[in-house]
């Protein structure tokens, strides 16, 4: 049983740091693409930065702490990058690949996010019944009557 959750626990970091390299990148190739690829024509880069990059700083603290609510809801924020990806490939095809970076960097996050949310919470379950059975086994027989 415990080969079983040290398995899981292997599982379950290789899927933090996917969603951590994941977002890590994504932070990298927006800053480049909004500094020095793409900088706006009507707006102060400072603007736009806060605009596109704002919100993915908010997940960084639970990202970094473990936080399973962090990692549920930050796979959703990777969708509206994936997106905004897909369309700077169509956007401006002379730096296509600045938008595939971004698109593939959502991606490993995204599926970084629910890989950690689901094995997160099938070894919980796993834990929670060890932990019924230890209870159960350790009951005098005063106890169970």
Same mark, same amino acid.
């Given at each position: 049983?415990?080969?079983?959750?040290?398995?899981?626990?292997?599982?379950?970091?290789?899927?933090?740091?996917?969603?951590?390299?994941? $977002?890590?990148?994504?932070?990298?190739?927006?800053?480049?693409?909004?500094?020095?690829?793409?900088?706006?024509?009507?707006?102060?880069?400072?603007?736009?930065?806060?605009?596109?990059?704002?919100?993915?700083?908010?997940?960084?603290?639970?990202?970094?702490?473990?936080?399973?609510?962090? $990692?549920?809801?930050?796979?959703?924020?990777?969708?509206?990058?994936?997106?905004?990806?897909?369309?700077?490939?169509?956007? $401006?095809?002379?730096?296509?690949?600045?938008?595939?970076?971004?698109?593939?960097?959502?991606?490993?996050?995204?599926?970084?996010?629910?890989?950690?949310?689901?094995?997160? +919470?099938?070894?919980?379950?796993?834990?929670?019944?060890?932990?019924?059975?230890?209870?159960?086994?350790? +009951?005098?027989?005063?106890?169970?009557?």
């Amino acid at each position: 049983m415990t080969e079983n959750l040290t398995e899981e626990s292997e599982k379950l970091r290789f899927a933090q740091n996917l969603a951590l390299v994941g $977002y890590f990148s994504l932070f990298i190739i927006l800053m480049i693409n909004i500094v020095w690829l793409i900088p706006s024509k009507h707006f102060p880069i400072a603007l736009v930065l806060i605009v596109i990059a704002g919100p993915l700083v908010l997940p960084m603290r639970g990202l970094l702490r473990n936080k399973l609510y962090t $990692y549920q809801w930050a796979s959703f924020l990777s969708l509206a990058y994936f997106a905004h990806g897909i369309s700077e490939i169509s956007a $401006y095809p002379d730096i296509w690949y600045a938008g595939l970076i971004e698109t593939l960097s959502s991606f490993m996050m995204y599926s970084g996010c629910v890989m950690y949310a689901r094995i997160f +919470k099938k070894k919980f379950k796993q834990q929670v019944k060890e932990e019924a059975v230890k209870q159960q086994a350790n +009951k005098t027989p005063e106890d169970k009557t």
